[in-house]
């Protein structure tokens, strides 16, 4: 009878809990995604392999895109000290039923355009929600890069 008593004296103390009000950090805020200008910045990357995830300063490069209310983005990386940077236009598109994405068109070839398609001068991101977009390219063996809006 005891420890009938102790398992429901536990189980009350476990479901008792309320949620904490913590505040999530401004990094993870909820944004309007029609308010401009909007600054994504990676967050995570991955590859083929399993545990291959990396986050933060760990990762391979940093890299952030922004976007402009006349249409126009210039994404930016960092890489092994060298920082790099192109520009286009993007319109979103929705495509019923996988949701909205970003078609982002570079001005010209270089090496920043994350595509299955190398000779494309299209990256396309989707948008997960208002403050989160994955890059496509991991559909075709390139790596999985995910970003947070911070802006």
Do not use: H
Not at 45 to 61: C, I, R
Request: charged residues 25%; contains cysteine.
């Amino acid at each position: 009878m005891k420890n009938l008593m102790l398992i429901a004296f536990l189980i009350g103390v476990l479901f008792s809990c309320t949620k904490s009000d913590k505040l999530e950090p401004e990094q993870y805020r909820e944004f309007d995604i029609k308010q401009y200008p909007q600054t994504w910045q990676l967050v995570k990357m991955y590859g083929q392999m399993p545990n291959s995830e990396t986050e933060g300063d760990k990762m391979e490069w940093q890299e952030s895109y922004i976007l402009n209310s006349d249409g126009t983005f210039t994404k930016s990386r960092e890489y092994d000290g060298k920082q790099t940077s192109a520009s286009g236009t993007f319109v979103f598109k929705e495509q019923k039923p996988d949701g909205t994405f970003v078609e982002l068109t570079f001005e010209k070839a270089n090496s920043l355009i994350g595509s299955c398609y190398s000779s494309s001068l299209k990256e396309i991101l989707w948008l997960k929600s208002d403050n989160y977009i994955v890059g496509t390219w991991s559909y075709c063996d390139g790596p999985g890069l995910e970003y947070r809006r911070v802006k």
